[in-house]
């Protein structure tokens, strides 16, 4: 099972961490390549605005690229299988780092905007079908901690980008386009280590009916004296279906029986980008320059932050299962509503007194920490197990399009709302994450050591006003 999840994260939620992540060193590169080619090309110099505009789209439409792998990952999971899409989706990864590795030498600009694109849909795709297959082959006991590979993997790309990043690495002048290339390393370890395990046993039995298989695989990931429990399990769900087949996403919003689940998932997936975990990096560099960090040397401060969500990703693995998801997400964005007050005031009299910047710091890093130990982990975890195995595809299909929609909106309207409200823009993120907190309160049960059926169930009073 360990093995399995890291045979489906270094191809799948690694690769939207790493990309992600790798963009921000050879941003400079990347401008003076663009007004060279430029130059070269229609001898004359760039237009500064259309610099401006050129660096926007190559870094934005990452994001337009994960909303259709999104929109795309649901439907390959159903037609392809788990395992099958995510063996498919690395052909996408080798294609975009092949148009992002020439890009530079053959002087075009626009083979970096397509190869952008092509790893967006591969991120997408994978962001939504991993945690479909790790949340469908771990057993209730460990689905927790299992699901929690998919953001151990987010952020171990993170941070392994900013590593590869580092300008004595791959993010000199000489190898950024070795370093925007280098996304097809995961996507080949993943096609050699993949085919090694069996597909998803729910999806063998209810979607494909396929019993033998099946029990192989349950045997495989379980041993062939513990099998059999999970087996049971299958089948009572698979016969509580009476062979529906996999919802498509438009038919959810119809579907009275999971209202509350689906209004769940929208809210926390928009909880999740809009929580204020993008401003925090994007004010990270001030804070530290106010602290007395020489420009050199916050890229090797940054990694600390990229260490910090690695770090409480794993620990959020150890405690899902036993805590349970309901305290470990209300805490978190419980937390970060604290520290977006603290950050909110240091910010303001940064300029007063010399130990301010240096709360600043903590704040920043107790933020990250904050995050990475609720809403980081545990929102791709309870998409996997609100649903049962007919909803499951197309409910990752709509909580992924909400997220993509949120990380590309916040991206576009964050500028906006830095200039205007300067270092009160936490207050906005403060009323967010305490409002998230708040729902999620009152709304979403205590999944762990439970079963999809009685999960279910626990939401059935919920969407019908009555007990079952």
């Known amino acids: ?91 996408i990864a080798i294609l975009a780092s092949i148009l992002m590795g020439i890009s530079f030498p053959t002087g075009l600009f626009e083979l970096l905007i397509a190869g952008r694109f092509l790893i967006g849909i591969n991120s997408g795709i994978g962001i939504c079908v991993q945690p479909l297959y790790i949340g469908e082959v771990a057993p209730k006991h460990l689905r927790g901690g299992m699901a929690m590979g998919t953001s151990i993997f987010l952020t171990g790309g993170i941070l392994t980008g900013q590593i590869i990043g580092l300008r004595e690495l791959l993010g000199g002048e000489t190898y950024w386009p070795l370093l925007l290339s280098s996304s097809c390393f995961p996507a080949f370890a993943q096609l050699l280590l993949l085919p090694w395990f069996p597909e998803s046993p729910r999806y063998l039995l209810i979607d494909r009916g396929d019993e033998l298989s099946c029990a192989k695989a349950l045997k495989r990931f379980h041993g062939s004296s513990e099998y059999q429990r999970e087996m049971e399990d299958i089948q009572q769900e698979c016969f509580a279906l009476d062979g529906e087949k996999p919802k498509k996403p438009w038919q959810l919003f119809t579907d009275r029986g999971v209202r509350w689940q689906l209004i769940t998932v929208i809210v926390v997936n928009m909880g999740q980008q809009l929580s204020g975990i993008n401003a925090i990096y994007f004010y990270a560099t001030y804070v530290f320059e106010q602290a007395g960090i020489s420009a050199e040397k916050i890229p090797y401060v940054t990694l600390g932050t990229g260490a910090c969500e690695c770090l409480t990703a794993l620990t959020c693995g150890l405690l899902i299962d036993y805590v349970g998801r309901r305290y470990l997400i209300i805490g978190g964005y419980l937390l970060m509503t604290l520290w977006s007050l603290v950050l909110t005031f240091c910010l303001t009299y940064q300029e007063l007194y010399s130990w301010v910047p240096y709360v600043s710091m903590a704040s920043i890093f107790a933020f990250i920490l904050s995050f990475g130990l609720g809403p980081g982990g545990i929102t791709n975890t309870l998409t996997a197990e609100l649903f049962i195995q007919s909803s499951r595809p197309a409910a990752y299909m709509i909580g992924g399009t909400i997220s993509w929609v949120s990380f590309f909106t916040i991206g576009m309207l964050f500028p906006f709302i830095v200039n205007g409200l300067k270092q009160y823009c936490f207050l906005v993120f403060l009323l967010e994450c305490s409002l998230v907190a708040a729902f999620i309160f009152l709304v979403i049960p205590e999944t762990k050591n439970k079963s999809f059926l009685e999960i279910k169930k626990e939401f059935h009073k919920l969407n019908f006003g009555r007990s079952t």
Not at 4 to 15: L, R, S, W
Not at 41 to 60: C, M
Not at 63 to 85: D, N, P, Q, T, V
Request: charged fraction near 10%; proline fraction near 2%; aromatic fraction near 12%.
């Open 1 to 91: 099972l360990f093995l399995a999840v890291c045979a489906v994260g270094i191809g799948g939620t690694f690769q939207y961490g790493y990309n992600v992540s790798i963009i921000n060193a050879p941003t400079q590169h990347i401008h003076r390549f663009l007004n060279e080619t430029w130059t070269s090309r229609y001898h004359k110099d760039l237009n500064p605005d259309l610099l401006t505009f050129l660096w926007s789209v190559i870094a934005s439409i990452f994001s337009l690229g994960g909303l259709c792998g999104a929109l795309i990952g649901g439907s390959m999971a159903i037609r392809l299988g788990r395992k099958g899409a995510l063996l498919m989706n690395n052909f």
